[in-house]
């Protein structure tokens, strides 16, 4: 029934846009009229009609879920639009209400009383613009890799360090993908860059590890000279689906770090790696997620993943969630001179005109992209590698960063 009253008030809100549409003084030929209107009829029938197909059954597929998130999604924008053009409608619909009811209070009719084609036409330019956009993210956007380089500045940097080059991806949301071959076309960016060392941090699915093995061939092509390390994100857990029982989640959880290994990459769960660059010591500090806000569940103990980093030259922290930087690592760990985090996605959505950037998820997350310093310690938020829920960005492209030790 929930169902039914759903399509209903879709149906209805499609026709009342149809009944202003025809209202507009504009002479067509009648082909043309009617082949119009079978368009606007056919859109949103052909749009529903693909979401109750992916919404009626079971996709076993990792791949048929990511269609079904993608003509879901193209659901949402195609009735977004229509929402703004109906509210706009409305509001005009109001004003005639009350221009109707002065008349027949007063007698008098000093204004008109139809609807202004000015109106509709406002209505459904409002109503394209923010469609067409998030359509335009959709399509162009969401492989549309961008590499951002940053110099980080160490004082005392051991000689052996210096220049060494470092490639950060996160938040690969392996589940939001439905093709390989554009995400071949990031790895490759990866490869191009010849890194010395490669961090991942975090996120490398949406809900269940499965999601990741179609893609093991692709990712597992990822290469460095010291090798590359990863750790989990608050999405690695298993924690947003509903399991039978404890130990289905577990065995989620122990496949996805056989995943890890499948990928050739080392997962750092709450540990540290000491590499050795020709003499000089770098402690690689993987901190399983850790976050400010309490509503996402704490794994992360960086006390723990600390020890033994102590007598590195430089120790570098792997932590998803960037609010762990402020909340742990500046007051407690001023010895960490970069940590790098991901998390954010840097909204999806925003604008970044060269140093300016702006996203709505800044009001919720202090640090959300790129670079920041504080004193002598640096943090980076990657913009994601992938995408969750709006399977596009719009301003704020998907990111490979590249980071470079310095001395000055």
Same mark, same amino acid.
């Given at each position: 029934?929930?169902?039914? %009253?759903?399509?209903?008030?879709?149906?209805?809100?499609?026709?009342?846009?149809?009944?202003?549409?025809?209202? %507009?003084?504009?002479?067509?030929?009648?082909?043309?009229?009617?082949?119009?209107?079978?368009?606007?009829?056919?859109?949103?029938?052909?749009?529903?009609?693909?979401?109750?197909?992916?919404?009626?059954?079971?996709?076993?597929?990792?791949?048929?879920?990511?269609?079904?998130?993608?003509?879901?999604?193209?659901?949402?924008?195609?009735?977004?639009?229509?929402?703004?053009?109906?509210?706009? +409608?409305?509001?005009?619909?109001?004003?005639?209400?009350?221009?109707? $009811?002065?008349?027949?209070?007063?007698?008098?009719?000093?204004?008109?009383?139809?609807?202004?084609?000015?109106?509709?036409?406002?209505?459904?330019?409002?109503?394209?613009?923010?469609?067409?956009?998030?359509?335009?993210?959709?399509?162009?956007?969401?492989?549309?890799?961008?590499?951002?380089?940053?110099?980080?500045?160490?004082?005392? +940097?051991?000689?052996?360090?210096?220049?060494?080059?470092?490639?950060?991806?996160?938040?690969?949301?392996?589940?939001?993908?439905?093709?390989?071959?554009?995400?071949?076309?990031?790895?490759?960016?990866?490869?191009?860059?010849?890194?010395?060392?490669?961090?991942?941090?975090?996120?490398?699915?949406?809900?269940?590890?499965?999601?990741?093995?179609?893609?093991?061939?692709?990712?597992?092509?990822?290469?460095?000279?010291?090798?590359?390390?990863?750790?989990?994100?608050?999405?690695?857990?298993?924690? *947003?689906?509903?399991?039978?029982?404890?130990?289905?989640? %577990?065995?989620?959880?122990?496949?996805?770090?056989?995943?890890?290994?499948?990928?050739?990459?080392?997962?750092?769960?709450?540990?540290?790696?000491?590499?050795?660059?020709?003499?000089?010591?770098?402690?690689?500090?993987?901190?399983?997620?850790?976050?400010?806000?309490?509503?996402?569940?704490? *794994?992360?103990?960086?006390?723990?993943?600390?020890?033994?980093?102590?007598?590195?030259?430089?120790?570098?922290?792997?932590?998803?969630?960037?609010?762990?930087?402020?909340?742990?690592?500046?007051?407690?760990?001023?010895?960490?001179?970069?940590?790098?985090?991901?998390?954010?996605?840097?909204?999806?959505?925003? $604008?970044?005109?060269?140093?300016?950037?702006?996203?709505?998820?800044?009001?919720? *997350?202090?640090?959300?992209?790129? $670079?920041?310093?504080?004193?002598?310690?640096?943090?980076?938020?990657?913009?994601?590698?992938?995408?969750?829920? *709006?399977?596009?960005?719009?301003?704020? +492209?998907?990111?490979?960063?590249?980071?470079?030790?310095?001395?000055?």
């Amino acid at each position: 029934m929930r169902i039914l %009253l759903f399509l209903l008030s879709l149906i209805l809100l499609d026709w009342y846009i149809y009944q202003a549409l025809v209202e %507009l003084p504009v002479e067509l030929p009648m082909e043309i009229s009617m082949w119009l209107k079978a368009v606007f009829w056919l859109i949103p029938m052909g749009v529903l009609g693909i979401l109750i197909n992916n919404t009626s059954g079971k996709h076993r597929e990792n791949r048929q879920k990511s269609s079904a998130r993608t003509f879901s999604s193209f659901f949402v924008l195609v009735y977004l639009g229509k929402l703004i053009t109906a509210g706009v +409608l409305l509001l005009g619909d109001i004003f005639r209400g009350i221009t109707l $009811l002065m008349i027949a209070m007063t007698g008098t009719q000093a204004m008109t009383t139809e609807r202004l084609p000015i109106v509709v036409i406002l209505a459904i330019i409002l109503g394209v613009i923010p469609m067409v956009v998030l359509l335009y993210g959709m399509i162009r956007n969401r492989h549309r890799y961008q590499i951002l380089r940053e110099k980080i500045i160490i004082p005392n +940097l051991p000689a052996q360090l210096e220049g060494l080059k470092m490639v950060q991806i996160s938040d690969i949301h392996a589940g939001s993908f439905t093709r390989s071959e554009p995400v071949m076309a990031g790895v490759q960016k990866i490869l191009d860059e010849a890194p010395d060392l490669v961090f991942f941090t975090g996120d490398l699915v949406n809900t269940v590890a499965r999601e990741i093995e179609p893609y093991v061939p692709v990712f597992s092509k990822i290469k460095a000279r010291y090798g590359v390390f990863s750790i989990m994100g608050n999405h690695d857990y298993g924690d *947003y689906t509903r399991w039978p029982d404890p130990e289905s989640k %577990l065995k989620n959880r122990a496949s996805l770090e056989d995943a890890h290994a499948s990928l050739g990459w080392t997962l750092l769960n709450n540990e540290n790696e000491i590499i050795d660059v020709a003499g000089a010591k770098i402690a690689v500090i993987g901190v399983e997620n850790y976050s400010a806000n309490r509503r996402f569940s704490q *794994y992360g103990d960086l006390e723990k993943a600390y020890e033994g980093a102590e007598a590195a030259d430089i120790r570098l922290c792997l932590s998803h969630d960037p609010s762990h930087w402020s909340h742990d690592i500046l007051p407690n760990f001023p010895n960490i001179e970069l940590t790098l985090s991901g998390h954010t996605h840097g909204g999806q959505f925003g $604008l970044e005109v060269f140093k300016w950037k702006w996203s709505p998820v800044q009001y919720v *997350y202090r640090h959300w992209a790129g $670079l920041y310093q504080e004193a002598n310690q640096y943090l980076y938020v990657n913009r994601g590698f992938g995408y969750l829920g *709006y399977p596009g960005r719009v301003g704020i +492209l998907p990111e490979i960063t590249v980071l470079e030790l310095a001395s000055k």
